[in-house]
Structure formats: structure tokens, C-alpha cells
T-cell receptor
């Protein structure tokens, strides 16, 4: 499979727990983006990497959120002390023009 | 701050009809515009990409136009089929140096094609 892969596809967690999501981009793409999408809304930009460097972070990315891309390959997005408002689909995209999206990770905080 | 609006929010039409989805954006300093399709619970699939210097792009039954100066784009779907049922999202990328490198999305148009 040469597309963008995200893991897990679904995650249910209790409020206050930490969660981590993984994204494997298309191998030759050096840019990787994270977005968050809530029900009935379009995706909202969170952060982006060029290779291993995190070049931009949205104000939506509170200090409970952290993203990494060690060695410029896969990326992880961690949410600490989850809140019910964090429930959303978290999407990863490889490249931007055009953008190739993964299937997303659906997070439910109960 | 760039804002993207899509009209209508929802549309239901019989199979075979031609239809137009609309997208408008507030800041004309864009690098490009993309139309995406999203099936329920899934990721996004890029349908068409229009660079800021282009007026339109075509792929099969889909045609997208861009009027950068007026901040508008349309997605035309010809001879609609039930398999076209999905949410269609419009997204713009800011011109280099003009803003965030990410895409700014509209809320989408939820399209249902009745068999």
C-alpha cells in the first residue's frame, strides 16, 4: 500500500488519559500535516512538518498536544489529559498540492 | 484570516442530473484551490487541484472553475450517479508568505444522489 496510513482507526479513551496516534506518510513526501475534524465541520489545520522539522503550529494545538516526526519518516500526535472536547477525527496528510489524506483516527473521549 | 464558505450545505437530487457546488473565500491571495470528496467516516480524496493562475480543471465528469479575483470556485458534476453521494469539501492554500502553509477548508456540501 503506497498511500497514507494512520493507526489506530478508532480510539475510545477515558477523560484524563493520554493517547497517541501514528501516521505513516507516502515515503517520498517530505511534508506531513495533521488536521482535526469535528462532526459537520471541515478539517482544521493543527501542525505541519518538513522532514523532521515542525515548522508551524496552529493556535488550536494547546500545550496538551505534541507532535513529533523523528527521522522525517512517520509522525506521532500525542494528546495528554484528554478532554471530551478532544473527541474528533484526526487526519494526517502527506504533501499538500495535491494533498493525500489518510483514513483518519476517530477519537472518542468518554 | 481566510474563511471558506460552501453553498449549499446539503443537496439531494435524482440520478442523472447535472449539478453545481459553490465555494467562496474571503482572501484572494491564494496559491491554489482543491476540491475533495469525503465518504462517511473516511479520509479525504483529492478530486481536482486548480492553481491560482488557472481558470478551470476537468477530470471525467467533474469540472472545477476558479475566479480568484471574486473569490469563487464551482464544482460541476455532470450526469450524477448514486456513487457520487458524499461530502464535497473545498480548500484553499494561502499564497507563499501570505499565511499558514496548511489548507483552509469549508464545511462541505453533503450530496445525496437518489437512484
Amino acid at each position: 500500500d503506497t498511500g497514507v496510513s494512520q493507526d489506530p482507526r478508532h480510539k475510545i479513551t477515558k477523560r484524563g488519559q493520554n493517547v497517541t496516534f501514528r501516521c505513516d506518510p507516502i515515503s517520498e513526501h517530505n511534508r506531513l500535516y495533521w488536521y482535526r475534524q469535528t462532526l459537520g465541520q471541515g478539517p482544521e489545520f493543527l501542525t505541519y512538518f518538513q522532514n523532521e522539522a515542525q515548522l508551524e503550529k496552529s493556535r488550536l494545538l494547546s500545550d496538551r498536544f505534541s507532535a513529533e516526526r523523528p527521522k522525517g519518516s512517520f509522525s506521532t500526535l500525542e494528546i495528554q489529559r484528554t478532554e471530551q472536547g478532544d473527541s474528533a477525527m484526526y487526519l494526517c496528510a502527506s504533501s499538500i498540492s495535491p494533498a493525500f489524506f489518510g483514513q483518519g483516527t476517530r477519537l472518542t473521549v468518554v | 484570516k481566510q474563511e471558506v464558505t460552501q453553498i449549499p450545505a446539503a443537496l439531494s437530487v435524482p440520478e442523472g442530473e447535472n449539478l453545481v457546488l459553490n465555494c467562496s473565500f474571503t482572501d484572494s491571495a491564494i496559491y491554489n484551490l482543491q476540491w475533495f470528496r469525503q465518504d462517511p467516516g473516511k479520509g479525504l480524496t483529492s478530486l481536482l487541484l486548480i492553481q491560482s493562475s488557472q481558470r478551470e480543471q476537468t477530470s471525467g465528469r467533474l469540472n472545477a472553475s476558479l475566479d480568484k479575483s471574486s473569490g469563487r470556485s464551482t464544482l460541476y458534476i455532470a450526469a450524477s450517479q448514486p456513487g457520487d453521494s458524499a461530502t464535497y469539501l473545498c480548500a484553499v492554500k494561502a499564497d507563499s508568505g501570505g499565511g499558514a502553509d496548511g489548507l483552509t477548508f469549508g464545511k462541505g456540501t453533503h450530496l445525496i444522489i437518489q437512484p
